[in-house]
């Protein structure tokens, strides 16, 4: 349900587009998963182009980062609705951020093949379960109560 008016469909496409940072930056992790499915695959196939800018520009998710920060969850022009769905994506890519570096420190210590796998196939599936359910929320024009994280957001976006 929408508290802070309604919101049309252009809004909850723009509101949608947060979302493909997440998506792209959890790419990595999902390697494991998608040698057992390859199906999985073809989720990325249309995203091929902005992985390879992603992984492959220096500092690009850094720069996307404090760009959607400051020209659109700071900005109170924008609706409250697409500030909410951006602020939630980048949320969510902060945190695919720190598992990464869970993942390097337990590295360092010689985990086992299998934690690791185990490790980026739950941060891979958790991500892609937050963001499908994100998006259709977004789509019904309903704002999406990710545990805690919604919780956070809230705390940002005014």
Same mark, same amino acid.
């Given at each position: 349900?929408?508290?802070?008016?309604?919101?049309?469909?252009?809004?909850?496409?723009?509101?949608?587009?947060?979302?493909?940072?997440?998506?792209?930056?959890?790419?990595?992790?999902?390697?494991?998963?998608?040698?057992?499915?390859? =199906?999985?695959?073809?989720?990325?196939?249309?995203?091929?182009?902005?992985?390879?800018?992603?992984?492959? =520009?220096?500092?690009?998710?850094?720069?996307?980062?404090?760009?959607?920060?400051?020209? =659109?969850?700071?900005?109170?022009?924008?609706?409250?609705?697409?500030?909410?769905?951006?602020?939630?994506?980048?949320?969510?890519?902060?945190?695919?951020?720190?598992?990464?570096?869970?993942?390097?420190?337990?590295?360092?210590?010689?985990?086992?093949?299998?934690?690791?796998?185990?490790?980026?196939?739950?941060?891979?599936?958790? %991500?892609?379960?937050? %963001?499908?359910?994100?998006?259709?929320?977004? %789509?019904?024009?309903?704002?999406?109560?990710?545990?805690?994280?919604?919780?956070?957001?809230?705390?940002?976006?005014?």
């Amino acid at each position: 349900m929408t508290w802070r008016g309604s919101t049309n469909f252009k809004d909850r496409i723009l509101a949608c587009l947060p979302y493909l940072l997440p998506v792209v930056a959890v790419f990595a992790q999902g390697s494991f998963l998608m040698e057992l499915f390859p =199906v999985l695959g073809l989720i990325y196939l249309p995203l091929t182009p902005l992985i390879k800018v992603y992984y492959g =520009v220096r500092y690009s998710g850094l720069i996307i980062f404090f760009a959607l920060l400051i020209l =659109v969850v700071r900005n109170e022009r924008i609706s409250h609705f697409i500030r909410f769905n951006t602020m939630q994506a980048i949320i969510l890519n902060i945190g695919i951020f720190l598992f990464g570096i869970l993942t390097d420190l337990l590295s360092v210590f010689s985990a086992g093949a299998f934690v690791m796998q185990t490790l980026f196939t739950i941060i891979f599936v958790g %991500v892609l379960a937050s %963001v499908v359910y994100s998006i259709a929320r977004t %789509v019904m024009g309903h704002y999406a109560e990710v545990p805690v994280i919604s919780d956070a957001v809230y705390a940002q976006v005014r």
